[in-house]
């Protein structure tokens, strides 16, 4: 197989598993199966596309010019190849946790969940491998309206209001800025494709690039950068798998995947040196770091609390991309991998508390940890990552989160930073703390007869947990990944 | 018999009219539209490939050398828009045999397909002739069969929306002809390219921009540009559902094609722009257009009128595109013409659907549909995304052009103007999307889906809206190379 048919494949897969959904509707089993085995297939495709990337190959697919000069083009680079191996692994992996849940939470629709499941990673992938703006702009829209049925999966008027946040800043926010950037981009630039060192360098005066950047960052709405980041919690409505992949990894993660790709291939490194609103962009991201864990503090529904954890984490990976230098980008870069398998721990622990013991609220969650300790050990593991300590991979990107501040010479947001992991440490270590420590509430039996979640579940939630770990111990893959992608050579910086 | 293609083209459907009215059977009737549809669709595509590689194609009607006699005169401008009013008919017509069979009373079947084709025929006659009072005549005739079918309507506000539509439309129709008899005053000519020759020499005397004058309010009251759109609502609301998808896509976008004609061809571009300030005026209509219509598409409870005021919007765009007078900004325009037609034939095809299946294109009566109906639905989807403006469907072709001209004037507003619209799109869009897809359907009603004769056609308007927005090159060319001509003046 060429290396651009493997692309287009590799795309495609989750649609064909998308298909295989509809064909085996009728019998629940062998729908799952189809999934499941499509998920490890895009996996394994994925792989092979890695092995191709660190050999320092850009594998591309040009299909067809859409408007004269701009194709529909895929280029696999090492970025991409970060978030297309942590959406690709996740699938398969929330695909078996979702099976548990929704038939242990007896969901309906469940043919259409995994459909547009299963589309939405095509989306994800679609996003990850695109070669030009106009490619991503694509995969980044049709990522939106394919998970706009997910997150209103229950129908109810509730859903449908959230729905209605959830596309409305999502379009806004692309179509209002991101677009006019893109195709301002194109007007001064001639092109959009991305490249190493950027396209935009000495195209116009450093104000008009300063202004796009703006448009550029606010206008990817699925960073979640404040105050556009109100869709991320209306989204919690959706049954808990879809929070933990789209909400913790493909969606979001596409977001800020986008900024980082800008910031390296649209701007480069050097431009955006030089350009008066990176720092500004970077504090509105320490703002966002700031609030994001404050509001996670005031909320006790758990799946609230972790959406603005959520939210809070991503701007970690903005502000990374507007330290501007490798180091940020390395640490940016990374944390799309390590946030992404400690949040959606989280998500799996807290969609098991529900479908176990019928939870949302933490203040009711007091003793729990004695009758699902695997759930909660697990969750445990998650908020390690998330505050950045060893023994879980999140130490590692905050490590160079952290170098990426010193370098750039802003110890202010380093201290931010640090603030951040403080709160963490409260908001997140509460959970675990009170349903292993707490005694539940005198004269109630609610916690009698809970067992922990369906063994499909369980499983799901111990991979993810034991991936956490093993990323502290070997982080080598993404170091290298990122270090490849900032130096820009293909090859790897010794 | 293909020299005389450009006659035909016109001349077919124009003779095959009485004959659907006098056979008397409907469906006698319905096959002779339908041959006289599909064969001016062929006949559209082949004059489009000799174009392509000869050129614009010079056609003396009846021998007389032009200026005297009248010429049709087909460039890639006259044949774009005549490949989109042949195909939007080829679509309709399959579609009507069902929808008309339910939404008109029975005997008065074949008058329908034979005013549809006196309608067609006026329309093609407009794109390709090369005289400007043949133009006027074409021009009434396919008002005049337009204002027919409209009066079709079972519901009987259907008359009084066509008889709106009469007045304004003669309103217009009588500036129009008092602009050409302005020229032929000072000019002595009628032919379009001679007109352009002549024109430079007299434009000093005033006569010549109160022609000009008379001609813009003509023609922007038949292409319904704000605020001289009061016509098209009503008349696209309660007219039968086939009438309305083929008139929406079509008889608007000739108008467009006439103002083009006139301002560039005849005009010249320094004329209307530069003495006559044309940009002062169609740039800021068209805004209000874009905005307002769009706001008050957002409430208005039935979804035809919906889509009614969304069209004076669209139209908006699309001379918006035009008062640039760049050649971005008339490709953006001429891309608008194709993608509107497409997208909006789309979506009051679905709208027919419901009509045909549900009695009703109310809101209120679309609660569940989406379960009910879901083929029309995904379609209406489908189409919305594409007036939202979407990647990978045409609204996104059309908006990708427009905001580039936009940004190649500077005007940063302007560009925001067009995003704004989208959103808006999105709102009414999703007002449907959301009672058809998120509200329960009433059980006592039993609704189906609608026939297969509804949605190939429907379909096949939604498949080439995402097609045309994937690989718009052939648009995207076609327009550019339009664009070019038109600013250049004849060649």
């Given amino acids: ?494 | 018999m293909s020299e005389h293609l450009p006659a035909l083209l016109v001349v077919v459907p124009l003779l095959l009219a009485p004959v659907a009215a006098l056979v008397g059977r409907w469906k006698v009737a319905w096959a002779v539209a339908a041959a006289a549809c599909w064969w001016t669709l062929y006949a559209s595509v082949s004059l489009l490939q000799r174009i392509r590689v000869e050129g614009p194609i010079s056609y003396e009607l009846g021998g007389w050398v032009p200026p005297y006699g009248i010429e049709y005169r087909i460039d890639l401008v006259s044949i774009f828009v005549a490949i989109i009013v042949a195909a939007i008919g080829a679509v309709t017509i399959p579609y009507a045999r069902t929808s008309i069979a339910k939404e008109v009373e029975e005997d008065r079947g074949p008058l329908f397909y034979a005013a549809f084709l006196l309608c067609l025929s006026g329309l093609l006659g407009i794109s390709v002739t090369g005289d400007v009072f043949n133009v006027f005549v074409f021009l009434e005739i396919s008002s005049l069969s337009a204002y027919s079918m409209i009066a079709l309507g079972k519901d009987r506000r259907a008359l009084t929306a066509s008889f709106q539509y009469l007045i304004m439309g003669s309103v217009g129709a009588s500036f129009i002809v008092i602009g050409i008899g302005l020229m032929y005053v000072m000019t002595g000519t009628l032919n379009m390219a001679d007109l352009a020759v002549r024109l430079p020499e007299v434009a000093d005397n005033r006569t010549i921009p109160v022609a000009f004058t008379f001609l813009t309010v003509g023609i922007t009251l038949k292409l319904a540009l704000f605020p001289l759109h009061l016509w098209l609502p009503n008349a696209y609301t309660y007219a039968p559902s086939a009438v309305t998808a083929f008139i929406a896509s079509t008889a608007t976008k000739v108008s467009v094609y006439l103002l083009l004609r006139f301002f560039f061809t005849i005009f010249g571009e320094t004329f209307s722009y530069e003495a006559m300030q044309l940009d002062m005026v169609l740039m800021p209509l068209s805004i209000v257009a874009i905005l307002a219509m769009s706001l008050v598409a957002i409430y208005q409870a039935n979804v035809k009128r919906l889509l009614a005021f969304s069209s004076v919007a669209q139209i908006g765009y699309m001379v918006l595109g035009i008062s640039f007078g760049s050649v971005l900004g008339v490709t953006a325009g001429i891309i608008h013409l194709f993608n509107h037609a497409l997208m909006k034939g789309a979506l009051f095809m679905a709208m027919g659907c419901v009509m045909y299946s549900v009695g009703s294109v109310r809101i209120e009566k679309m609660a569940g549909l989406g379960k009910r109906m879901p083929w029309t639905m995904a379609a209406f989807v489908g189409g919305g995304l594409s007036l939202i403006g979407v990647p990978a469907t045409v609204g996104f072709v059309s908006k990708w052009y427009l905001v580039q001209a936009a940004l190649e004037q500077g005007s940063w507003a302007i560009a925001g103007v067009v995003m704004v619209g989208s959103l808006m799109a999105l709102i009414y869009v999703w007002k449907v999307v959301e009672v058809a897809y998120f509200q329960e359907p009433d059980p006592d009603h039993e609704i189906r889906e609608a026939p297969l004769s509804l949605l190939l056609p429907t379909w096949a308007l939604v498949a080439a809206s995402f097609y045309f927005g994937i690989d718009a090159s052939l648009t995207a060319d076609v327009a550019t190379q339009a664009a070019e001509t038109l600013i250049g003046g004849i060649q």
């Fill in chain 1, 1 to 494: 197989m060429s290396e651009g048919m493997l692309i287009g494949f590799t795309v495609l897969l989750p649609v064909v598993g998308a298909m295989a959904v509809l064909v085996l509707r009728a019998t629940p089993n062998m729908r799952e199966a189809g999934t499941l085995f499509a998920g490890v297939a895009t996996f394994w495709h994925v792989l092979g596309l890695l092995y191709l990337v660190q050999e320092g190959a850009r594998p591309r697919l040009e299909l067809f010019e859409v408007v004269p000069g701009v194709p529909i083009v895929f280029e696999v680079e090492p970025l991409g190849m970060v978030f297309a191996l942590v959406a690709s692994f996740l699938w398969p992996v929330t695909t078996l946790y979702a099976i548990g849940y929704m038939r242990g939470h007896h969901e309906e629709n469940q043919t259409r969940f995994f459909f547009f499941f299963a589309i939405a990673i095509a989306g994800a992938l679609g996003v990850a491998f695109s070669g030009n703006l106009f490619t991503l702009f694509l995969f980044y829209e049709f990522l939106t309206f394919c998970t706009f049925p997910l997150v209103t999966h229950h129908q109810t008027e509730e859903a449908k209001r959230s729905g209605r946040i959830y596309l409305g800043i999502l379009l806004a926010t692309s179509v209002g800025f991101q677009l006019l950037a893109i195709i301002w981009t194109w007007q001064l630039a001639g092109t959009v494709e991305f490249m190493d060192g950027g396209i935009l360098a000495g195209t116009a005066s450093v104000g008009v690039l300063s202004a796009i950047l703006v448009l550029y960052v606010y206008g990817v709405g699925k960073a979640a950068l404040m105050p556009f980041h109100r869709w991320l919690p209306a989204a919690m409505v959706a049954p808990t798998p879809v929070s933990a992949l789209l909400h913790a990894v493909a969606v979001v993660k596409a977001g800020v995947f986008t900024v980082l790709k800008i910031a390296v291939y649209v701007f480069g490194i050097d431009l955006l040196q030089t350009l008066a609103t990176t720092s500004w962009m970077a504090w509105a991201a320490a703002a966002t770091i700031i609030l994001g864990s404050l509001v996670a503090f005031t909320k006790d529904n758990l799946k609230a609390r972790l959406a603005y954890s959520t939210i809070s984490q991503l701007s970690y990976i903005v502000l990374g991309a507007m330290l501007a230098n490798e180091m940020g980008i390395i640490g940016g870069g990374m944390h799309i991998a390590m946030h992404a398998f400690g949040k959606i721990t989280l998500f799996f622990a807290a969609g098991a508390v529900m479908v176990a013991a019928h939870e949302k609220k933490i203040s009711r969650m007091h003793g729990l940890g004695r009758t699902m300790p695997i759930t909660f050990g697990a969750f445990f593991i998650g908020s390690l990552s998330i505050i950045g300590l060893p023994p879980a991979g999140g130490s590692w990107s905050k490590w160079f989160l952290g170098m990426g501040t010193l370098e750039s010479g802003q110890l202010g947001l380093l201290a931010v930073l640090m603030v951040s992991s403080l709160l963490g440490l409260y908001y997140l270590l509460e959970v675990p703390v009170k349903a292993f420590f707490f005694k539940p509430p005198e004269g109630s039996h609610h916690h009698e007869g809970i067992h922990e979640a369906p063994t499909t579940s369980l499983i799901a939630i111990c991979v993810t947990a034991a991936a956490t770990i093993a990323l502290f111990f070997w982080p080598e893959l993404w170091y290298d990944l990122m270090t490849m992608a900032v130096s820009g050579t293909g090859e790897v910086a010794p």
